[in-house]
């Protein structure tokens, strides 16, 4: 599939297409020099592989531009990619012209998204919403400011030793005020 993909937009004057199989270590080791602008990548790469290339390609090379290929069972590590700086996301099963047009939207520095994942995540972010029951339970109890301060630092992803060292107290302190916040909250 990948060599028939890079056949097909080699063709097209507009795009300097070059591909990279994420089963030999070497080749993946050479898009580090490259200074290709836009970089399709596969979300059905086996385990976190997309996700890494997609924050290894960010690190190293700060201009170049990603999309993410998505077949249909692929999108729970979408939002992992995205966070990590993909630009854009098509379906495997858009066509040819579709993807043509996806690449140089990104390329031009716009972000691009299928419809369809689109109203999938809208989907999924209403659900995720209504099913927020803990939401609503947080904000009629009453927390201290110290653990509201905790609370916040837990959901930017700090671990405790991380808090403790922000806020200058113990990992101790912080693990009995996790452990408050959760008896409070009932979670």
Request: glycine share 4%; hydrophobic share 40%; proline share 2%.
């Amino acid at each position: 599939f990948r060599e028939c993909l890079e056949s097909v937009l080699a063709e097209d004057q507009r795009f300097d297409v070059k591909s990279v199989d994420h089963t030999d270590p070497g080749e993946l080791e050479t898009f580090d020099r490259e200074e290709s602008d836009v970089f399709l990548i596969d979300l059905n790469l086996p385990g976190e592989l997309a996700v890494e290339l997609t924050r290894r390609i960010r690190q190293q090379l700060e201009r170049a531009k990603l999309l993410l290929l998505a077949f249909a069972s692929s999108q729970d590590s979408l939002i992992d990619c995205i966070a990590a700086g993909a630009h854009g996301c098509i379906l495997d099963t858009s066509s040819l012209a579709d993807l043509e047009a996806a690449i140089e939207r990104v390329f031009r520095g716009e972000t691009f998204c299928s419809q369809e994942i689109v109203q999938t995540m809208f989907d999924r972010l209403a659900q995720t919403a209504s099913d927020a029951p803990w939401r609503r339970r947080a904000e009629s109890v009453d927390l201290t400011p110290r653990e509201l301060e905790v609370v916040e630092l837990i959901s930017g992803r700090l671990s405790n030793k991380e808090i403790a060292k922000k806020l200058s107290l113990s990992v101790y302190t912080v693990k009995n005020h996790v452990h408050n916040i959760l008896e409070t909250l009932q979670v």
